[in-house]
Structure formats: structure tokens, C-alpha cells
């Protein structure tokens, strides 16, 4: 009798190795097909979003809709397929999530109403996952068509003026010494819809613009004149800076990249030759005058903030020129540097610029 027991025992335990075992092959195997179906979904939709992208393609060359109307349209169709994926991969996981958790038959019970591939479909077409009707994710909405795009401008280097009757050559500033700086922010904009060749740069900017006199000399305020004159000591520096707030527009032109995908479309200047014609205008924020000298045996640092009868509107015109981030620079001053002045001085610069 006790053998019997025994044989009895050892034949359920044989028979339960056995049904375990062909559960999880056939769990192993329906995970397989499920993976595999993975990648069957995303082929599946590609090619589709393919096809209606050709019909639109054959819409647009018959004249029967506008570019436009094929752009938005190719997004659409874009985000509608990109959002299947998504979906449909997010219930195949599922469905392999339950499988390893669960016998080969789960699936096929009322415990869940989901189907292999696609899941069960409400009266409202919704996906259904754990009795729960699944909404249609959104995703980060991808621009198709980018026209604008912002850029850090920063620009140095030297800086002077321009005096009637005068040459460079005997300028009353220092040639090195005088320098010139520039930072902002610019946007620009294509201005036609299917070439990048011309773009319109706008933004807004900070100029800082020094002068360094020559023969030890320095700048006094004499009525409404402003005039440089003979320090009594002798300078280790003297400097004279303007501050301006200025919004600079320019048409640049150049060669780009086109890039365009299902999904997007881009114009690419990385690289490339362009050129900047415009100019700029803007208001005086600042006047300012730095000496520095020995008297006595003790260190003088004298910082002068005032008007110095400078022009408050600030305009001029500016140009640059280069590959890729950088450029040449020049930029000239139409208003004159002082008002009232028996000789007219106009600021120049020239430098480099950087649209990072």
C-alpha cells in the first residue's frame, strides 16, 4: 500500500514538472511572437505614414492643395502614426508584463479583455487595458516647419572716430587702446517659405565703446562743448566710454542645408558663407571717464560719470561678413559722438562677431 502511495506521489509531482514546464514554453513563445510583433508594429506604420505621404506628394503636384496645406498635413499624419507606435507598443508590453507574471492562458480569460497585438476595442474605439479605455497620449508637438531661431551675439575689438577733415592716421585716440564690446540676443527669421537663402536678424544688444586719447590729454565739459585738453599730470590712463542700448536689424544673406524628414523640416547655416547688411538704433545709457595718475607720491583713480554733451539717440549703420558662428565686423555710427560739436566725430568699429 505504501508503495502505491508512493508511486502515486512521485507520478502527480511527475505530471505538475510536466504541465509547468509546457506553461512556460508556451509562455516563452507567445512572449517571442509578441516581441516580434513589436517590430512588426513599427514597420506596419512606417510604411503606411509612407504611403500617405506620397499621396499627398501627388495632391500637391496636381495643384489640388497648397505647400502649406501638404506640410500640415504630412505632420499630422506624422504625429497620428508616431502616436500608434507609441500606443500599441505600450499595450504589447503590457501583454508580455502579464504573460511573465502568468499562465499561457491568462490572455485568453475574462480576466483581462485585451487581444494580442491591438487590444480590445470599446463602442468609443478606445484601447482597453485592465478594463480601463486607454486615451490617446499627447506628445511634445513638433514644429514641422522652424523659421526662427535665437542666437547669443557677442562682438570685441577696436573701436575709434571719425573726424571731418581727419584721417585714421592722426586720429586723437589711440589706435590698440580704444576698443569696443557687444553682447545680446538676436532671432532670425527665413523670409521666404521654401529658401533660406535671405533671413531678417533682429534683437536687441548692449554697446560699450572706448576712446583713449592721445598726448596725455583728456575731455572737459566747456558750455555746450566738449573738448580734449592737457592734463596738469602725467596720466597713466585716460578713457572715455559710452554706453548704448541699441536694437540692431540686418538682411542676411548665405547659402544653408535643407534638412527635411517626415516630421520636420530645418535650414541649416552650420558652415556656411553669409553676409549682414542693416543697422541699428538705440539710446545713450551711460557717459563715463576714467583717469589714472600719480600726485604726491599717491595712486589717483578719478571714475566721472556725466553727460559730456554726448548724443542721447544713438543710430548707425553695420555690416559683417564670415563662415559659420563667425564673422567681421563693422559697425559705424551716423549720430555724432558729442552734440554741438564744431567738428562732427562718428564712431567706428571694427571687430569680430560671434552668433553662438
Request: hydrophobic share 35%; aromatic share 10%.
Amino acid at each position: 500500500m505504501r508503495t502505491i502511495i508512493m508511486y502515486v506521489v512521485l507520478t502527480t509531482m511527475t505530471l505538475n514538472a510536466y504541465f509547468l514546464h509546457a506553461q512556460d514554453k508556451g509562455n516563452l513563445d507567445k512572449i517571442e511572437e509578441l516581441k516580434q510583433e513589436k517590430e512588426a508594429v513599427v514597420v506596419l506604420e512606417k510604411e503606411e505614414l509612407k504611403k500617405e505621404v506620397e499621396s499627398i506628394n501627388e495632391r500637391l503636384v496636381k495643384g489640388e492643395i497648397t505647400t502649406e496645406e501638404a506640410q500640415k498635413l504630412k505632420e499630422t499624419a506624422a504625429q497620428r502614426h508616431a502616436l500608434n507606435i507609441e500606443n500599441r507598443l505600450v499595450i504589447i508590453d503590457n501583454q508580455i508584463a502579464l504573460l511573465e507574471r502568468n499562465d499561457s492562458e491568462y490572455l485568453n480569460t475574462g480576466k483581462t479583455k485585451l487581444s494580442i497585438g491591438l487590444g480590445a476595442k470599446d463602442k468609443d474605439d478606445g484601447d482597453i487595458l485592465f478594463g480601463i479605455n486607454l486615451k490617446n497620449g499627447k506628445k511634445d508637438k513638433i514644429r514641422y516647419d522652424r523659421r526662427t531661431y535665437s542666437d547669443l551675439v557677442v562682438a570685441f575689438g577696436l573701436n575709434n572716430a571719425i573726424v571731418d577733415g581727419q584721417s585714421l592716421d592722426d586720429s586723437d585716440y589711440k589706435i590698440a587702446g580704444s576698443r569696443f564690446f557687444e553682447i545680446g540676443l538676436a532671432w532670425k527669421t527665413r523670409v521666404f517659405k521654401n529658401s533660406n537663402f535671405m533671413r531678417i536678424k533682429y534683437g536687441i544688444s548692449y554697446q560699450s565703446n572706448g576712446l583713449k586719447p592721445t598726448d596725455n590729454r583728456y575731455f572737459v565739459e566747456n558750455g555746450d562743448q566738449t573738448e580734449l585738453e592737457e592734463f596738469r599730470l602725467e596720466l597713466d590712463k585716460s578713457k572715455f566710454r559710452m554706453d548704448n542700448l541699441v536694437i540692431p536689424v540686418h538682411l542676411e544673406f548665405g547659402p544653408s542645408k535643407r534638412i527635411e524628414t517626415e516630421e520636420k523640416l530645418r535650414f541649416s547655416t552650420a558652415r556656411k558663407f553669409r553676409i549682414g547688411l542693416g543697422g541699428y538704433v538705440g539710446a545713450n545709457i551711460s557717459t563715463r571717464q576714467k583717469l589714472k595718475y600719480k600726485e604726491n607720491g599717491d595712486r589717483v583713480k578719478d571714475k566721472i560719470k556725466r553727460d559730456y554733451n554726448t548724443s542721447d539717440l544713438i543710430y548707425g549703420l553695420s555690416t559683417y561678413m564670415g563662415f559659420g558662428d563667425m564673422s567681421l565686423y563693422l559697425k559705424y555710427d551716423l549720430s555724432p559722438i558729442f552734440q554741438n560739436a564744431t567738428i562732427d566725430q562718428n564712431n567706428v568699429s571694427l571687430g569680430l562677431r560671434f552668433d553662438l
